[in-house]
């Protein structure tokens, strides 16, 4: 029957003249769109997608996630190195690897349904970041799949990372998890001044568990603090410690780089991570410092630097945000404008200063706990001698260093003190 079909359409003139060929093709291409159309209806109807890209939060969480349930399967990889240190003192530092799934396509199975795993890159020209997103779709009109996995994946993120504080930096207009989790630091760890400490717990406490206090008074549901005093006298520890006792991250800005603006900074501090502390250190440095130069090569790249307009109207104007905690540091408080830290802007101003009696006993008693009463008196007065003689202070940073130095014996502590200045 074949032969005679092609035999007749051989010996058809119109056919031979090129209309039958015609007509074939246009019977492929309508089939082919067809098919094409067909196949956009049958994955609207009985598919359904999802597209995360990596600048959400979730980005991460899937992705690791997503490596579980392909571990046995998945043949194409890309590789993330951890290095960890032990707490046992003797072990050395070792490196631990984890695969996600690599650039590609990759298949799973999740509660009886088969997930197509797309992941993509595309290189950003301007920022030279690569933007990456992973697609899932699977069988199904049920979106609430979805949402288990990334609830799921977020379990797991947060089970990963307790006990850690999370950093945060940012790229462009967007946060990114800087280097990996930090171990918690704690609280005893931080020696400040009697009081000192403490009172910024209790304001940090009332604030967190105290939301509508403010709305009901009609008060922005927002806290500032400010930190001010000599380098190394344990301003950025104590942020530290209070992250981690309060189980928050810590998103960290650098306001004198020369490619921060007004508009990148508001975009930043209006998307900064749910229940993260806001840490702007050296604010004296936001809008001083900069040189003529940088400021002419800037607004030639049609950049205009950050000013301190800008600076008040991302923290407390009509565009700021509510909920949040910002910490700033300076060493050199009178250089900041007073309309900086005035009240609504900064709430809390502490001063941290060099070394006092009560420290110098309490970081002897933490370095070396066998020492007696009659040792902790006879070092405090090393210490308070030192410094009348040479009418300089030290700091916590410098005694610190001192007690590392000399970690193995206490009777060195006492007879090498004058080696805190050479430190």
């Known amino acids: 029957m ?8 051989s010996s058809n003139p119109y056919f031979g003249a090129g209309a039958g060929l015609i007509g074939i093709g246009t019977a492929l291409a309508v089939l082919r769109r067809s098919s094409q159309y067909g196949l956009i209806f049958f994955r609207r109807q009985y598919m359904i997608t999802l597209e995360v890209p990596n600048n959400d939060i979730s980005y991460s969480w899937l992705l690791q996630w997503i490596s579980h349930q392909l571990r046995d399967s998945s043949r194409h990889l890309s590789a993330r190195t951890t290095l960890i240190k032990n707490d046992d003192p003797s072990s050395r530092i070792q490196a631990s690897y984890s695969f996600v799934p690599s650039v590609g396509t990759h298949y799973f199975r999740y509660k009886g349904k088969f997930i197509k795993v797309e992941r993509t890159r595309e290189q950003m ?8 997103s992973v697609q899932l779709t699977a069988f199904g009109q049920d979106r609430q799949i979805y949402i288990d996995m990334l609830e799921k994946a977020r379990d797991a993120a947060l089970l990963a990372n307790e006990g850690k504080t999370l950093v945060y930096s940012p790229t462009i207009n967007e946060w990114r998890l800087f280097g990996h989790p930090r171990r918690k630091r704690p609280l005893n760890s931080v ?29 922005p549901y927002r806290r500032g603090y ?20 309060f189980d928050l991250s810590i998103s960290t800005l650098n306001l004198s780089q020369g490619t921060m603006t007004d508009d990148r900074l508001q975009q930043l501090l209006s998307n900064v991570p749910e229940e993260s502390i806001i840490l702007l250190e050296d604010i004296d440095a936001a809008t001083v410092g900069r040189h003529y130069e940088k400021e002419d090569a800037i607004r030639y790249q049609g950049m205009k630097p950050l000013t301190l307009s800008g600076l008040l109207n991302a923290l407390d104007g009509v565009i700021s945000t509510e909920g949040r905690i910002i910490f700033m540091t300076t060493n050199y408080i009178e250089r900041l404008d ?20 009560y420290q110098v006993e309490q970081m002897l008693i933490r370095f070396y706990p066998q020492s007696t009463s009659e040792e902790i008196n006879r070092f405090a007065k090393q210490i308070e001698d030192l410094t009348a003689n040479y009418s300089q202070p030290i700091s916590a940073a410098q005694l610190q260093g001192y007690f590392m130095h000399n970690k193995d014996s206490l009777n060195d502590v006492f007879d090498n003190v004058k080696q805190i200045f050479r430190l």
């Open 226 to 245: 400010l930190l001010y005093g000599p380098p190394g006298s344990g301003k950025t520890s104590a942020i530290m410690a209070l992250a981690g006792h």
């Open 191 to 219: 020696i400040l001044d009697k009081g000192i400490l403490q009172s910024l717990i209790n304001d940090v406490e009332h604030f967190l568990s105290n939301p509508y206090w403010y709305i009901d008074r009609g008060i």
């Open 2 to 9: 074949l032969s005679d079909l092609l035999s007749s359409l």
């Open 125 to 132: 020209i301007n920022s030279g970041v690569p933007f990456e």
């Open 338 to 357: 007073p309309a900086l830290i005035r009240p609504g802007r900064v709430d809390f101003k502490q001063y941290i200063g060099p070394l006092t009696p």
